[in-house]
């Protein structure tokens, strides 16, 4: 059980995301920090205090070595309950994290209000209009079930980028900064490295594997350079 849990969890490091975290930051909390890797590399180039939150104990345990703290149980519940109640951070990080959420529009409006001002949340999501779905909905004819992925078996919300700008829109924030990573194949492959050249107007959203979010609250007074 354990080897096949950290294998459907991101415990690698993840530069993508790393990069929407701004400089000068103080404070941050990681929701699904898995092992604490992403954490780590936030910590060490920012010297930000880090805080994450993992449902897994065995992970959270190697998590809170690498990390100034981790919260052990569920991110919606300890997010919308008392446990940050007098805490805000200057960024939040839901790195493949909002899907596995039952209500992720409500998680993110708590999320506005444990942020500093001027604070964000930078976040993962996967495009379920990439054309793996479109080809095994239309040519294989059934969902493609997988242990990771934009098909992850564990995902109960799905997204498309007009989703991703409806969901921060109704959950109060701006989209600040968006990034997008490609794939031709929806699983790891080297052709991947590639499939950024082919991401043409029109066609760019079949390709779009996944979308990686800066946002701040609307209205917020942005202090950042």
């Not at 993508?16 to 000068?24: F, K, T």
């Not at 919606?76 to 959420?101: K, N």
């Not at 490609?182 to 959203?205: H, Q, S, T, V």
Request: charged letters at 25%; hydrophobic letters at 40%; one cysteine or more.
């Amino acid at each position: 059980m354990t080897d096949a849990r950290f294998l459907r969890s991101y415990t690698s490091p993840r530069p993508d995301i790393e990069a929407l975290v701004p400089d000068g930051v103080h404070t941050v909390l990681d929701v699904g920090c898995s092992t604490g890797v992403l954490g780590a590399a936030i910590k060490d180039r920012t010297g930000a205090k880090v805080i994450g939150i993992e449902l897994d104990a065995e992970m959270a345990a190697t998590a809170a070595s690498r990390l100034d703290q981790v919260h052990v149980g569920d991110a919606a519940a300890l997010l919308m309950g008392d446990t940050f109640r007098d805490q805000r951070f200057d960024v939040i990080v839901f790195a493949d994290v909002l899907e596995h959420l039952v209500d992720p529009w409500e998680v993110l409006r708590r999320a506005g209000e444990l942020l500093t001002d001027g604070g964000c949340v930078v976040t993962s999501l996967p495009n379920v209009r990439h054309v793996s779905t479109l080809f095994h909905l239309a040519v294989l004819g059934h969902w493609p079930y997988r242990d990771r992925g934009i098909h992850d078996r564990t995902h109960l919300r799905f997204f498309t980028l007009r989703n991703v700008r409806e969901l921060f829109q109704q959950a109060g924030f701006r989209i600040e900064r968006m990034n997008t990573n490609y794939r031709l194949r929806e699983r790891p492959k080297r052709i991947n490295r590639i499939a950024k050249w082919f991401a043409f107007p029109g066609i760019r959203g079949f390709l779009a594997y996944q979308y990686l979010v800066r946002a701040v609250c609307m209205g917020s007074q942005d202090r950042r350079s």
